[in-house]
C-alpha cells in the first residue's frame, strides 16, 4: 500500500490525532501522529490486515532543536511494504507512551532512545540506560548537551 | 649484565644510575646470570590474556591464528587474569569500561605488563575528538610499556610490539641492585 | 526441578559473565541467575564499548564519516562502508557508475563471505573446537589479502565514497578474487565433514534456543537469525539495491534439519549456505563487471538536499538501517544507525530462559553478535 | 623393596655396617625422585608436545623460538611461573586454597609408582596395582572441588561441582573396562597382567584381540579415561569458553602451574594404563625381553613400553583438538545412561567367554588349532 492511502486510512480512523503526512523529500514518507495516540495507531498499523506492519524496524530519538520528535520505521513482511510514523514531542517534557506491548523489539530502542535523548517511554517494562553507565550525566545525543569534562576522575 | 660503573657500563643508561648493592666481580656474574636467566623464561613465555575489546581485537586473534601464529614465541593467551602475564589492550576503551580495565590489571599477579594495541588505546584514535565516552587513551587507566600504532596495527606490527616487550624484559632487574 | 523447598534450603547464584570472558564476542556482560547449572534469568548489560558513533556523525561531514562506518562493524567493515554510502546517495539522489556497484556487490559479498567465517569459527570455538577457528581465519587471510590489494588495508578499509569507490580494482584483483573462490568453495564441504554434522557439536546446537517465525518478526530479527526460523527475507531479493537484480542466488533459510526450526543449529546452517551463495555471487558478478569509471562527479564540498532518508541493507548480522536527516549543511543533522545485533540482544533475555550455562554460549554464538554494532 | 635392598647389600659389601631400614628407605628416595623427575620431565615434554599438535592439527608452527626448535618452551614457562606472583584472593579459604593443587599433583603423581615401566623397572609391584591407580586418582577429585570451592569465585565453584561430578561419574566405567585384563590375568598387580599378554603369539597375545568383548573393553576404557582426565569432548571442568577457565581460574603461578602438571601426568596414566591393560605392556613382539641381560632387557622394554603409550598420550590430544564438547547433562547421560550399563554387559561378556573357552583367546585357539 503506497504512503498517500496509508495515511488516509489512519486519518479515517484517528481523525486529528494523525496530524500530517511528511512526503516530499522523506524516504519513506512519515505519518506524524500525536504523541498520545501512538500507541493505538501503532496497534492499528499492526493488527489492520490490509495494513499488518508487523516489524519494528527502526525507532530513533530525534532532536530538532525545537522540539523532540520519535520516529519509527516499520515494514510489512506479509504485504512488502514499509511506512515511517513520528511524534513530535515537547522539549521540556519529552515523553510517550510505550509500543513495547505492540512490538516487542521496541524494548531496546526505546531504552536507547531514553539514554541519549532522555525522552520518557510510558508503560515500558524495563527502562533504564542501556548504553551509557547508570551515574552519566546529561543525554549526549540532544543537540545543547555539554561534553563533561571528568568522569570518575578520567579526562572526558 | 654487570651493572657496576667500574666494569665499563657507558654512563647515561639507567644500570649505571641503580648503584651496586652486591660488590665483587663475582656476585655480579652470578646476579647477571641469574637475572639473564630469569628474564630470558619470563619473555619467552608471555601469557597474554584473552581481552579483545573492539577492532584490534580481530588483528589480535589473527596474529594469534595460522599464517602469524604467536605461539612461536611462546606466547599463547589465557582466559584469566590470574594467569596472564601480559595484557594486550585491543580496541577502544570507554568510561564504562575503564574500571574493569583498572580491575582485569589488578587481578594479574607480578610480574605484569601492558601493550596498548592501535590508536583507540593509545589516545582514543579516531575517537579522540569527537567522542564523549572515550578514554583517550588506555594510560590514563593503568601504566603501559609499548604502544603499538595503527588502526588496527597489523598483525606483523603486534609482534614487532611484543619483540620489543621482550627487549624491554631482557633489560630488567631482578637480583642484586636493588633501586 | 522440584526440589522441596523446607527440605533443602536452596539460593539461586548470580553470575557476572563478562564483560572480560572468551566467549561473549567482546565486551558483552550478561548478568546471569542461575539454580546450579540451569539459567533462571540471563540480562544482557552493553555499552562497554560506546563510542558515540552517531554524535560523531553530527559532527564531521558526509565524506569524513567513511571511516567510522568502518568501525561500526569491524568484521563486515565494507558493508557498512557501501551502506553509508547508499544512504547518502539515496538521500542526495546521486547516480553511481555500474562499475563501481559491481565493485561494491563484489567486496561486500567477499566481505560477507570472511564475516562468516569468523561466526562459524568463534562459533566452534565456543562448543570447545578451537581448531576449525583457525582453519576459517586461515581463509579470512586470503580475502583479507584481496582487500589489502584493493585499498591497502586488512580490517577497515574505507573503500567506499559517496558515489562510488575511491579506485578502481587494480590489475589482478579480479583474476585473484576467483581463484580465491576457486580455492574457497570446496572448504565449506570440508568444514561441513570437519565440524558442522559432527554429532556432539550437533547434539549441542539442536533443539537449543528455538525462535518461532512470528517472535522472530516481533521481536526485529533480520539478517541470518530471522532466515533461521525460516522466514525467506533478504533485502538484496525483497527489497533490492544497487545491481543485486542482476544476480541469481538463493535466499538461504532454516530448515529444521536437525531439529527444531529455528534452533541453533539452523542459524548457524543458514550462515554456512550463504557463504556458499556469497561465492556464486561473487562469481556472477566478476563475470559481468562492465569498464567504466567508478567515481561519480561529487562535489568536493558536499551538501545533500533538506530531507529525510531511511536505507536499509544486508549486512552479515542482520539489517544495517541508517536514518539519516539532513538540513543541507556539509554535516549531517541526525545519524541513526539501527543495526542487526543490537536490536538481536532485545530477544536474548527470552530465549535463554530455562537453559544451561554452555547453552547461553552456543546462544551469544548463533546470534553472531558483535559488539561495537551493539553499542556503536 | 626390601629384597632389592638385600640384594644391593649383598652386592655392595661396603653397605655391609648399614641397617637394612636404612639402604631401604634410602632406595625408597632415589627411586621417588627418579620418578618426579621423569614425571615433570614427561610432564614439561607433554605440553610442548601438545603445544606442536596443537600447531600441526591447526596449520600453524606452534613455539619454535625459545631454544633449539622451541624445545625449551617447557622451562622457560616453568621457571615463569614458578616466579610469579602467588596469589591468594582476598575472601578465599586461604588453607584449602593453598592445599588444593597439592591433593591434585599428589593424586597423579602417585600413580606412577605402579607403573609397569619395564620387565624389572616398576617402583612398587603392589598385588593391588589397578586398585591403588583408581584409590589414589581419585584425590584428584579433592583437588578439583577444594579449589573450586575455596576460590571464592563462583565460575570456579561451578568448574569444581562440574569436575567432582563428571569424575566420580566416569571411575565406575573406567574401572569396569579395566576388570577384564584383570580376569584374564587373574591378578591386580599390573606387572602380572602385562606378563599375561605375552608369550609367542606377537601383538595377537595382547588383552585387545583377546576376544571382541575385550576389543569393546579398551575403546570404553579410552572414551572413559578421556573423560576423568578432563580432555575434549570432556573438558567441563575447565570449559575455556563457559568457565572461563573452571576450577583453577584464581590460581596464579606455581599453584596453577601444579594443576598444569598433573593434567599431564594424569594423561600419561591413562595411556599407561591402557597400554598395559590391553597393548601388552612392555612386551616386545615374538619376544621375551626377560631372556636379555637385565639392563638391555629393561632398556628395551621401557622403550617399547613408552612408545606405546606416548602413542595413547598423541592420540588423546589428537582427539582433544578436533572434538567439540558436550554439555553437562549430555556428559552426564553419557556416563549413566551408556558406558555404565555397556561396560557392565562388556564384563558380563567377558567373564562368560573365560568360563566357556576356559580363559583362551580367540588368537590362542587359532594358533592351537593351526597347531
Redesign the interface.
Known amino acids: 500500500m503506497e504512503a498517500q492511502a496509508i495515511f488516509e486510512t489512519l486519518k479515517g480512523k484517528f481523525g486529528d490525532a494523525v496530524v500530517e503526512l ?1 512526503g516530499e ?4 514518507a ?1 505519518v506524524v501522529v500525536a504523541p498520545g495516540a501512538v500507541k493505538e495507531v501503532s496497534r492499528f498499523l499492526k493488527e489492520d490486515p490490509a495494513l499488518s506492519f ?5 525507532l ?1 530519538g ?2 530538532y532543536k525545537e522540539k523532540f520528535a520519535v ?1 519509527y ?1 516499520l515494514h510489512s ?1 506479509k504485504h ?1 511494504h514499509a511506512i ?1 510514523m513520528k511524534a513530535f514531542l515537547p522539549r521540556e517534557t519529552p515523553s510517550l507512551p510505550t509500543v513495547d506491548d505492540v ?3 521496541a ?3 526505546e531504552r ?1 532512545a531514553f539514554d ?1 535523548f532522555g525522552i520518557v517511554f510510558e508503560g515500558s517494562k524495563d527502562l533504564r ?5 547508570e551515574d ?1 550525566e546529561g543525554h ?2 540532544r543537540k545543547d ?1 555539554k ?2 569534562d571528568f ?2 576522575g ?3 | 649484565m654487570s651493572s657496576d660503573p667500574a666494569h665499563g657500563t657507558p654512563p647515561g643508561t639507567p644500570a649505571a644510575s641503580a648503584g651496586p648493592a652486591v660488590t665483587g666481580p663475582e656476585a655480579h656474574v652470578m646476579v647477571g646470570n641469574a637475572d639473564l636467566f630469569v628474564n630470558w623464561a619470563r619473555k619467552s613465555s608471555l601469557w597474554y590474556l584473552l581481552f579483545a575489546t573492539a577492532c584490534c581485537g580481530i588483528e589480535l586473534m589473527q596474529a594469534g591464528a595460522s599464517r602469524y601464529d604467536m605461539d612461536r614465541f611462546g606466547a599463547v593467551f589465557r582466559a584469566t587474569p590470574r594467569q596472564s602475564d601480559l595484557m594486550l589492550v585491543a580496541g577502544t576503551i570507554t ?2 569500561m ?2 574493569r580495565v583498572k580491575r582485569l590489571y589488578d587481578q594479574m599477579p607480578e610480574p605484569k605488563y601492558v601493550i596498548a594495541m592501535g590508536s583507540c588505546a593509545n589516545t582514543g584514535g579516531p575517537f579522540f575528538k569527537d567522542s ?2 572515550v ?2 587513551g588506555v594510560d ?2 593503568i601504566p603501559v610499556d609499548v604502544f603499538i600504532p595503527g588502526c588496527p596495527p597489523r598483525p606483523e606490527a603486534l609482534i614487532d610490539g611484543i619483540m620489543r616487550l621482550q627487549k624491554i624484559i631482557m633489560q630488567k632487574k631482578n637480583y642484586g641492585a636493588k633501586a | 526441578m522440584t526440589i522441596r523447598t523446607d527440605a533443602l534450603p536452596t539460593q539461586e547464584m548470580t553470575i557476572n559473565m563478562g564483560p572480560q570472558h572468551p566467549s561473549t564476542h567482546g565486551v558483552l556482560r550478561v548478568i546471569l541467575t542461575t539454580d546450579g547449572e540451569v539459567v533462571t534469568r540471563a540480562v544482557p548489560d ?2 562497554y564499548l ?1 563510542r ?1 558513533l ?2 560523531i556523525g553530527e559532527r564531521v561531514t558526509y565524506a569524513q564519516y567513511m571511516p567510522f562506518t568502518d568501525r561500526l562493524d569491524y568484521l563486515a567493515a565494507m558493508n557498512c562502508n557501501c551502506a553509508w554510502a547508499w544512504t547518502v546517495e ?2 542526495a539522489k546521486i547516480e553511481v557508475p555500474e562499475r563501481a556497484e559491481f565493485l561494491r556487490v563484489i567486496v561486500c559479498e567477499l566481505n560477507r563471505i570472511s564475516s562468516h567465517l569468523i561466526a562459524f569459527g568463534s562459533y566452534t570455538a565456543d562448543m570447545g573446537a578451537f581448531t576449525p577457528f583457525l582453519y576459517a581465519i586461515r581463509e579470512r587471510e586470503r580475502v583479507n589479502d584481496l582487500f589489502e590489494m584493493l585499498c591497502g588495508s586488512r580490517l577497515t578499509y574505507n573503500y567506499a565514497r559517496v558515489g562510488g569507490v575511491s579506485a578502481d580494482a587494480p590489475p589482478g584483483f579480479l583474476e585473484k578474487s576467483k581463484e580465491f573462490l576457486d580455492y574457497f568453495e570446496p572448504k565449506l564441504d570440508e568444514y561441513n565433514n570437519l565440524i558442522s554434522y559432527n554429532k556432539i557439536f550437533v547434539h549441542r546446537l539442536a533443539n537449543v534456543a528455538v525462535i518461532p517465525a512470528e517472535e522472530a ?4 530479527l ?1 539478517g541470518p537469525n530471522l532466515r533461521g526460523s525460516g ?1 525467506p ?1 533478504d533485502l538484496r531479493k ?2 533490492p539495491y544497487s545491481v543485486y537484480p542482476k544476480f541469481d542466488f538463493k535466499v538461504c533459510v532454516g530448515t529444521g534439519e536437525r531439529g527444531t526450526l529455528g534452533d541453533c543449529f539452523d542459524r548457524y546452517m543458514v550462515r554456512i549456505n550463504e557463504m556458499r551463495e556469497s561465492a556464486k555471487i561473487v562469481r556472477q558478478a566478476l563475470a559481468q563487471i562492465p569498464d567504466g569509471p567508478v567515481l561519480a562527479k561529487v562535489p568536493r564540498l558536499f551538501k545533500p ?6 536505507f ?1 541493507s544486508e549486512c552479515p548480522r542482520g ?1 544495517t ?1 541508517i ?1 539519516l ?1 539532513s538540513d543541507g549543511s556539509v554535516n549531517p543533522f ?1 545519524l ?1 544507525i ?1 543495526t542487526g545485533s ?2 538481536t ?3 536474548f533475555e527470552k530465549v535463554t530462559r530455562g537453559l544451561m550455562i554452555a547453552d547461553v554460549v552456543a546462544v551469544i554464538g548463533s546470534f553472531d553478535i558483535i559488539l561495537p554494532e551493539i ?2 | 623393596m626390601e629384597a632389592l635392598a638385600i640384594s644391593l647389600v649383598n652386592a655392595v659389601p661396603l653397605l655391609g655396617g648399614v641397617p637394612l631400614w636404612a639402604v631401604t628407605l634410602l632406595l625408597m628416595v632415589v627411586v621417588a625422585v627418579v620418578i618426579l623427575v621423569f614425571a615433570l620431565t614427561f610432564e614439561g615434554v607433554g605440553s610442548l608436545v601438545l603445544r606442536k599438535v596443537a600447531g600441526d592439527i591447526q596449520a600453524r608452527i606452534g613455539p619454535n623460538r625459545v631454544g633449539p626448535n622451541g624445545m625449551l618452551q617447557f622451562l622457560a614457562d616453568g621457571v615463569k611461573l614458578v616466579l610469579k606472583e602467588d596469589i591468594i584472593p582476598a575472601n578465599a579459604d586461604r588453607l584449602l586454597f593453598k592445599l588444593a593443587p597439592y591433593f591434585v599433583f599428589v593424586g597423579s603423581f602417585a600413580a606412577f609408582v605402579v607403573v609397569p615401566f619395564g620387565v624389572g623397572l616398576i617402583a612398587a609391584d603392589l598385588n593391588i596395582g589397578i586398585y591403588y591407580v583408581m584409590a589414589v586418582t581419585s584425590l584428584v577429585v579433592i583437588g578439583v572441588l577444594l579449589a573450586g570451592w575455596a576460590s571464592n569465585n563462583k565460575w570456579a565453584l561451578l568448574g569444581g561441582m562440574r569436575a567432582a561430578a563428571q569424575i566420580v561419574s566416569y571411575e565406575i566405567p573406567v574401572g569396569m573396562a579395566l576388570i577384564p585384563a584383570v580376569l584374564i590375568a587373574g591378578s591386580l598387580s599390573l606387572q602380572d597382567i602385562v606378563r599375561s599378554q605375552g608369550g609367542l603369539l606377537g601383538i595377537f597375545g595382547w588383552n585387545l584381540f583377546h576376544n571382541p568383548f575385550t576389543f569393546f573393553s579398551f575403546f570404553l576404557y579410552f572414551t572413559a579415561a578421556q573423560a576423568e582426565t578432563n580432555q575434549t569432548p570432556f573438558d567441563l571442568p575447565e570449559a575455556e569458553s563457559e568457565l572461563v577457565s573452571g576450577y583453577n581460574v584464581e590460581y596464579s603461578g606455581i599453584r596453577f602451574g601444579l594443576f598444569f602438571l598433573a593434567e599431564f601426568g594424569d594423561m600419561f596414566i591413562v595411556a599407561a594404563l591402557a597400554t598395559a591393560c590391553f597393548l601388552g605392556g612392555w612386551n616386545v613382539p615374538f619376544f621375551n625381553a626377560g631372556t636379555l641381560p637385565w639392563i638391555w632387557g629393561n632398556l628395551l622394554s621401557l622403550g617399547v613400553f613408552l612408545g606405546k603409550a606416548f602413542t595413547m598420550v598423541l592420540i588423546m590430544m589428537w582427539v582433544r583438538w578436533t572434538l567439540p564438547r558436550l554439555r553437562v547433562d549430555q556428559l552426564m547421560r553419557m556416563s549413566w545412561k551408556y558406558l555404565v550399563p555397556l561396560t557392565f554387559v562388556n564384563l558380563l561378556g567377558v567373564s562368560l567367554w573365560l568360563l566357556v573357552f576356559k580363559g583362551k583367546g580367540i588368537p590362542a585357539m587359532i594358533a592351537s588349532l593351526l597347531g
Open positions: 511528511q523529500g522523506f524516504s519513506p512519515f508487523d516489524a519494528l524496524m527502526c530513533s530525534v532532536d520516529a520505521h513482511l512488502r515511517g512490538w516487542p523489539a524494548n531496546f530502542q536507547e541519549l540506560r542501556i548504553l551509557l553507565p552519566w549526549p545525543l548537551y561534553y563533561p568522569y570518575h578520567i579526562k572526558v | 568510561h564504562k575503564a574500571e564523549y565516552c578514554v583517550k590514563l587507566v | 552493553v555499552g560506546h558515540g552517531e554524535k539515496k538521500l518478526v516481533a521481536y526485529g533480520t522466514v527475507f525483497d527489497e538536499p533538506v530531507g529525510e532518508a531511511y536499509r539489517e538501517g536514518y536527516i541526525r541513526k539501527r543490537f536490536v540482544m532485545n530477544i553499542d556503536r
